[in-house]
């Protein structure tokens, strides 16, 4: 069985991990880069699984994979800001200027319903509820780009009405690996939209 790997299977128990191990993993292994399309080379280098995130008008950042608990995936910066996501949904984040956390996460997943969420904002700090409404926008079973083959992309409309915030996210989802491949996603009303690539790495 093929499974991902990431980059804290050289330092043992995530309990034990401090900020710095968390750094000196980042620093020693990814960095931030021009916005640019990744060769197949840049991707073969890397030895763990990876996020390329574009964050507005800002250069990319790539963000490591360091562990995966009950499909949630943890990627790290070199400057340790981190992505907390859950079937490419991002459901927590920490060392923004503005973090968030949903805070039930149960539910989540790329179906077609409607759920909502407790978000708890930081900066401002508030407790806000959301409408999460899931559907297929469409089936790329043949497309100009090899990278979006067999893919299904869902849209999510939400809406928060205690800030008057509301919008649609994206995820593409790749059939073959059964993984979102990229998302493009809103997750505070006072944070700038996240466009991120997810690149996987599999062991046997």
């Known amino acids: 069985m093929n499974k991902l790997i ?5 330092l043992g128990s995530c309990a034990s991990f401090t900020v710095e191990d968390y750094k000196l993993i980042a620093t020693s292994v990814f960095r931030t880069y021009p916005d640019m399309i990744l060769t197949k080379e840049f991707i073969d280098s890397k030895d763990y699984s990876f996020i390329k995130v574009k964050i507005d008008r800002a250069d990319p950042v790539i ?9 949630i995936y943890t990627w790290v910066s070199e400057t340790n800001e981190k992505l907390i996501t859950k079937n490419g949904k991002i459901i927590r984040t920490e060392g923004l200027d ?3 956390r949903i805070l039930n996460t149960s539910e989540i997943d790329l179906a ?6 407790l978000i708890q904002l930081q900066n401002p ?13 469409e089936s790329l079973v043949k497309h100009s780009s ?16 205690r800030f008057n915030w509301k919008g649609q996210n994206y ?8 993984l979102v491949i ?20 599999f062991s046997e």
Request: charged share 20%; no cysteine; glycine share 0%.
């Open 63 to 71: 963000m490591s994979l360091v562990s995966i608990e009950k499909n």
């Open 171 to 178: 995820y593409w989802k790749s059939l073959d690996l059964d």
């Open 182 to 201: 990229r998302t493009h996603q809103h997750f505070h009303p006072y944070q700038p939209s996240y466009d991120i690539q997810f690149y996987y790495k």
């Open 98 to 100: 503005h973090d968030f």
């Open 6 to 10: 990431f980059a804290l299977v050289f």
């Open 146 to 161: 090899k990278n979006y083959e067999n893919t299904v992309i869902y849209t999510e409309d939400f809406k928060s009405k």
């Open 112 to 117: 077609n319903k409607t759920i909502e969420l």
């Open 125 to 137: 700090q508030a407790l806000i509820s959301q409408t999460s409404s899931i559907s297929v926008t």
